[in-house]
């Protein structure tokens, strides 16, 4: 048995969830974009910099999502307000 993505390295390709993985990656959208195409014909480098941390932010939350989505419901109090 496999790995599921949550416990696998980020190279996995399969899903613990019964939700796809995110087919486009951030740059098809930023590419399409004028605000980040003026960025990047700019200061190409400094572009390149920020897409990688805005991915690794895509994914990170993206993980986060797919770990909160097979959290079982005694992980999610009714009332979550203090001292109720």
Do not use: I, K, N
């Amino acid at each position: 048995m496999s790995a599921c993505r949550c416990c696998a390295p980020p190279a996995a390709t399969r899903s613990c969830s019964t939700r796809p993985v995110p087919g486009t990656p951030l740059s098809e959208y930023t590419d399409r974009e004028l605000r980040f195409r003026r960025l990047r014909d700019t200061d190409p480098a400094e572009a390149a910099r920020l897409a990688t941390l805005a991915q690794e932010a895509v994914d990170q939350r993206w993980h986060l999502y797919e770990e909160m989505a097979t959290r079982g419901p005694e992980r999610f109090p009714a009332d979550a307000r203090p001292g109720r």
